[in-house]
């Protein structure tokens, strides 16, 4: 069954997230440290004092209620999505998977444009947002894809695309392996391409250099990722406990991630900040890093489209991606980073409609 959903957070929590803030006890830092340890405190400290004293959830609350949100019940598991349907009757289904520490907020400024020309739906990963924390073992990668492939024919589409970045590609990807005679194509905005043994001859000098990036990436397994995938219940307690905790924990990405150029507004950020503290998922949302592993390339046998944002953590190898996935479409931008959805909307909604428009 589903059934429709609205956001409405009791006063109460409001209250008790206020008062948290306030009592705030706040770490050393060395002095002229920067970036070298992890968030500046005074960088945490004014997005606490914005939070605290000029953030106004009911208002994002409110906008968030202007779409259109169900949830059902798929493999025990509550889901929570959104549904924008396209006023073009034939339109393409499309299901927009969002990533961590991302949210459904990641694709509020596509929703419009991109809606002109597809039904949309975007779910909340289980273990995220309004899905709610998981409740039993096994919720890897594949097992989302598959409740995707079943909320999708839930809604009586029997013929789709999928996007995603993050988890979000991860995702897309497992569900054209799941779902292979529904899903048209999967459009990427993040793709991962490590070097497979002896791949690197005949490489170009700019796909030697990404190939670079990606080793030092992979020999500098960031820390978040060694926690959300060994110690996910450890990290939970304090994330959960403490708003400011779970504030510098994604604000952190949300700036080595994006363009330096990109202008994000920190009432965007805050309201995906919101997701996790008001659902209490920071835990939840974390074991899907344990569940997933970090397996070898994801089969997709549909065809593949890639969007390459200047700034994400790693670059896509063009001659890599090619010999795991039928790739139909390449993009290169020149701006933009990990969460191009919300830094370059006007881009990502242009490259998704481009790669689809042949696939209809």
């Not at 507004?265 to 659902?279: E, G, K, P, Q, S």
Request: hydrophobic share 40%; net charge negative; glycine share 8%.
């Amino acid at each position: 069954m589903i059934k429709p959903f609205r956001i409405d957070i009791p006063q109460l929590d409001l209250d008790d997230l206020a008062d948290r803030l306030a009592r705030t006890r706040w770490p050393d830092e060395l002095s002229e440290a920067g970036w070298d340890y992890g968030i500046p405190l005074d960088r945490v400290k004014e997005l606490a004092e914005y939070w605290r004293t000029a953030y106004d959830w009911r208002k994002h609350e409110a906008a968030l209620n202007e779409l259109p949100q169900f949830t059902t019940e798929i493999d025990g598991q509550n889901i929570h999505f959104l549904h924008v349907r396209s006023r073009k009757p034939d339109a393409l289904p499309l299901v927009l998977t969002h990533g961590w520490p991302g949210s459904i907020v990641e694709f509020l400024d596509v929703i419009g444009p991109l809606s002109e020309d597809f039904h949309l739906v975007i779910p909340s990963i289980p273990g995220f947002g309004f899905s709610g924390p998981t409740s039993d073992r096994g919720w890897d990668l594949r097992r989302v894809a598959r409740a995707w492939a079943e909320l999708m024919d839930r809604l009586g589409y029997d013929r789709y695309g999928a996007q995603g970045g993050d988890w979000g590609s991860a995702i897309a990807r497992a569900l054209g392996a799941a779902a292979p005679d529904r899903v048209v194509g999967v459009h990427l905005n993040y793709l991962p391409t490590p070097p497979p043994p002896g791949g690197e001859e005949g490489l170009s000098e700019h796909d030697l250099a990404r190939v670079a990036r990606i080793k030092q990436f992979a020999a500098q397994r960031p820390g978040y990722m060694v926690l959300q995938g060994t110690r996910p219940q450890t990290l939970a307690y304090a994330l959960t406990d403490s708003p400011v905790g779970q504030l510098a924990w994604i604000a952190e990405k949300f700036t080595e991630w994006t363009d330096p150029q990109s202008e994000v507004v920190i009432d965007r950020i805050l309201t995906n900040v919101m997701l996790y503290w008001l659902t209490g998922t920071a835990g939840s949302s974390a074991r899907l890093t344990r569940e997933s592993g970090f397996g070898g390339p994801l089969p997709c046998p549909p065809p593949v489209g890639v969007a390459v944002f200047a700034h994400d953590i790693t670059l896509s190898v063009r001659p890599f991606a090619e010999r795991a996935y039928t790739v139909t479409h390449w993009s290169e931008f020149d701006r933009g980073g990990h969460f191009a959805a919300m830094e370059v909307p006007e881009l990502f909604a242009a490259d998704v409609r481009t790669f689809f428009r042949d696939l209809y």
